[in-house]
């Protein structure tokens, strides 16, 4: 059923986790640095939002369009919009975790473990979204490995995010990151099997999305969102001072 992936389909993928993260680490550090509790909640939710969907939600659904299938395959709307509210609630989640007060390291393991596990919750709706004739089964040692990939380098990038604050160190967590949101998608589509039942779900009252109009609106959407962050990072850097 699925025979292949196209290669410049999965570096697409690993370009828009690593742009889409770049994004977020920036603001991330506007996190630690914010003065005002209004520039920290800012930070925090755009931040959020860059991260879940822009580096995760888009990467996965650009990584499906990847993957040849000579199935007719869809998309139920209701369950591909519950995943980005998945990926968008837990980022914004553990960043505010991670915000709330003076860094410390203590925070970072369940910061990381809360993002890997809305990583692969995002992932795993997604795959829940898909209409084809055919069920999906797992591998539950392989969705493991999977899930703590996410976790151990989500941890990895941002300790280097809020240790690390010059420019090519928020690359390399960004590339750390990208690392972590692609490591899980393809170990997570490895630990899937796919049995052929000659019967196509019926989408939910939403409606359905063809692969190929997805992926456009994907890439449109994490367009406008990594755009979006970037954005507000450059207006917090050059904000006027506040008044001592």
Sequence with gaps: MFDQYSIPLVILSYCISVLGSFAALQLVTGISEAVIKADRLRAILFAG???????????????????????????????????????VAACTGGLAILGSGRFTIDKLLPTSILMGIGVAGMHYMGMEAMLMPASIEYNLNIL?????IAVVAAFAALWMAFHLHGIWQKLGSALIMGVAVCG????????ATYRHTGVV????????????HLGGVTIVISVAIIAMA???NHWYRNRPAVPA
């Design 144 to 148: 493991i490995i999977s899930v703590v």
């Design 184 to 191: 899980m998608h393809y170990t997570g589509m490895a630990a």
């Design 49 to 87: 939002l860059a991260m879940g969907g822009g580096a995760i939600w888009s990467m996965h659904f650009v990584g499906m369009m990847a993957l040849k299938s000579h199935m007719p395959m869809s998309y139920d709307v209701l369950q591909t919009v519950l995943s980005v509210v998945i990926a």
């Design 201 to 212: 779900p019926e989408s939910g009252f939403a409606g359905a999305l063809s692969g190929d």
């Design 230 to 232: 970037l954005r507000v």
